[in-house]
T-cell receptor, first 114, second 118 residues
Framework: DAGVTQSPTHLIKTRGQQVTLRCSPKSGHDTVSWYQQALGQGPQFIFQYYEEEERQRGNFPDRFSGHQFPNYSSELNVNALLLGDSALYLC?????????????FGPGTRLTVL | AQKITQTQPGMFVQEKEAVTLDCTYDTSDQSYGLFWYKQPSSGEMIFLIYQGSYDEQNATEGRYSLNFQKARKSANLVISASQLGDSAMYFCAMRAPYSGGGADGLTFGKGTHLIIQP
């Protein structure tokens, strides 16, 4: 049973560009959450998707947007990249109708903005 | 709003000793969960242990136990008989159940860098 997968593993972009990160949830999971982890910091919640809609959002600007597909996979899009967007982006999946506190993390995508 | 405070940026511990990582939290929710995650240098976030706000017993998972003191709003992680492989970043986190099913996003602390010395 595959766990949470993310792609790509690493990514290098320049300021002003746009980036798309992808996440496939663990089998049987229907919610996907995204987190940003800057170097030396704890992860910060970006947003959560359920039933193809954003249902909760952390304190992140509109440059951060997402999407969830019918197969529950998700994308995180960041527009107009800033140097400060360099971070490890973690995806986590859970089951809305299941054990509410279970959440599984993917290995992350490390984004470097030059 | 939820807040997690971890006051130990780094800790050095001798192998085989027990170690306690501190965590205090603040929330207005009555129902919530407290979590500890381990993050090795590879970056993956590994779930260690969970404690529900209504659980009367402290959670235990193998060498990990959570010392939950609700009145003091603390949720310290205790690792017994530390091993070299325990060297990593450790994060305390919390979340509340979501009214529509599932749960809110996790709120993390800044972490403690634990180094086990031989």
């Amino acid at each position: 049973d595959a766990g949470v997968t993310q792609s790509p593993t690493h990514l290098i972009k320049t300021r002003g560009q746009q980036v798309t990160l992808r996440c496939s949830p663990k089998s049987g999971h229907d919610t996907v959450s995204w987190y940003q982890q800057a170097l030396g910091q704890g992860p910060q919640f970006i947003f959560q998707y359920y039933e193809e809609e954003e249902r909760q959002r952390g304190n992140f600007p509109d440059r951060f947007s997402g999407h969830q597909f019918p197969n529950y996979s998700s994308e995180l899009n960041v527009n107009a990249l800033l140097l400060g967007d360099s971070a490890l982006y973690l995806c986590a999946s859970g089951e809305a109708g299941g054990v509410w506190y279970e959440q599984f993390f993917g290995p992350g995508t490390r984004l470097t903005v030059l | 709003a939820q807040k997690i405070t971890q006051t130990q940026p780094g800790m050095f511990v001798q192998e085989k000793e027990a170690v306690t990582l501190d965590c205090t939290y603040d929330t207005s929710d009555q129902s919530y969960g407290l979590f500890w995650y381990k993050q090795p240098s590879s970056g993956e976030m590994i779930f260690l242990i969970y404690q529900g706000s209504y659980d009367e017993q402290n959670a235990t998972e193998g060498r990990y136990s959570l010392n939950f003191q609700k009145a003091r709003k603390s949720a310290n992680l205790v690792i017994s008989a530390s091993q070299l492989g325990d060297s990593a970043m450790y994060f305390c986190a919390m979340r509340a159940p979501y009214s529509g099913g599932g749960a809110d996003g996790l709120t993390f602390g800044k972490g403690t860098h634990l180094i086990i010395q031989p």
